[in-house]
């Protein structure tokens, strides 16, 4: 069976940087993709990317760029999203979720990484 | 402001039919682009509910059901029970943004 399995609760302080993983299992991982969301505390789903898992090419949101980084290791089938210059409105919960390209839906979702700038 | 419009909220008693409906526009549903839903219970991750419109995963009931026209989409909720309480995100993909976005989110209540 497929699961997302996502780091532990993140607490930083303004200006410093943090890198949230998801540890895919039970698939093919280069198989699929992998998108990261976020979700501000009493907020709706913010999209912060996408990575290629087969060739690392990356996608991310216009208002992120600069400021994000997306990485795999396919020797451990782990997604990392760093995110660095840290402000308080990135308090969020951060999840990664499988792409799907045949039924072009995201179709797997981790637990989710609760993200604290303060 | 979401690329996507939904309504806030939408409410029901047991047992009634609801519909949460989803606005676009011509670089995202209206440009042909799937829509998909998506149902998260509190304090959990979103779950996929429907996908390519209308397409249920395997182990949604199908009292769930998605529709597309034009530049909407609609999810409907039949025979509504207490554990449908959630809240319910549509998400397509938009060509000028180039990019996957999501509607501002339903809350359901029962």
């Known amino acids: 069976q497929v699961h997302l399995v996502q780091s532990g609760t993140e607490v930083k302080k303004p200006g410093a940087s943090v890198k949230v993983s998801c540890k895919a299992s039970?698939?093919?991982?280069?198989?699929?993709?992998i998108n990261w969301v976020r979700q501000a505390p009493g907020h709706g789903l913010e999209c912060v990317g996408w990575?290629?898992?087969?060739?690392?090419?990356?996608n991310y949101t216009q208002n992120l760029q600069g400021r994000v980084t997306m990485t795999t290791d396919t020797s451990t089938n782990t997604v990392y999203m760093e995110m660095r210059s840290l402000r308080s409105d990135d308090t969020a919960v951060y999840y990664c979720?499988?792409?799907?390209?045949?039924?072009?839906?995201?179709?797997?979702w981790g637990q989710g990484t609760l993200v604290t700038v303060s | 402001q979401s690329v996507l419009t939904q309504p806030p909220s939408v409410s029901g008693a047991p047992g009634q039919r609801v519909t949460i409906s989803c606005t676009g526009t011509?670089?995202?549903?209206?440009?042909?682009?799937?829509v998909n839903w998506y149902q998260q219970l509190p304090g959990t991750a979103p779950k996929l509910l429907i996908f390519?419109?209308?397409n249920r995963p395997s182990g949604v009931p199908d009292r769930f059901s998605g529709s597309k026209s034009g530049t909407s989409a609609s999810l409907a909720i039949t025979g509504l029970q207490a554990e449908d309480e959630a809240e319910y995100y549509c998400?397509?993909?938009?060509?000028?943004?180039?990019?996957?976005?999501f509607g501002g989110g339903t809350k359901v209540t029962v």
């Open positions: 979720a499988r792409h799907n390209h045949d039924s072009s839906s995201w179709d797997y």
């Open positions: 039970g698939y093919t991982f280069t198989n699929y993709g």
């Open positions: 990575i290629n898992t087969y060739n690392n090419k990356t």
């Open positions: 011509s670089s995202n549903i209206g440009a042909g682009y799937d």
């Open positions: 390519g419109n209308s």
């Open positions: 998400q397509s993909y938009d060509s000028s943004l180039s990019a996957w976005v």
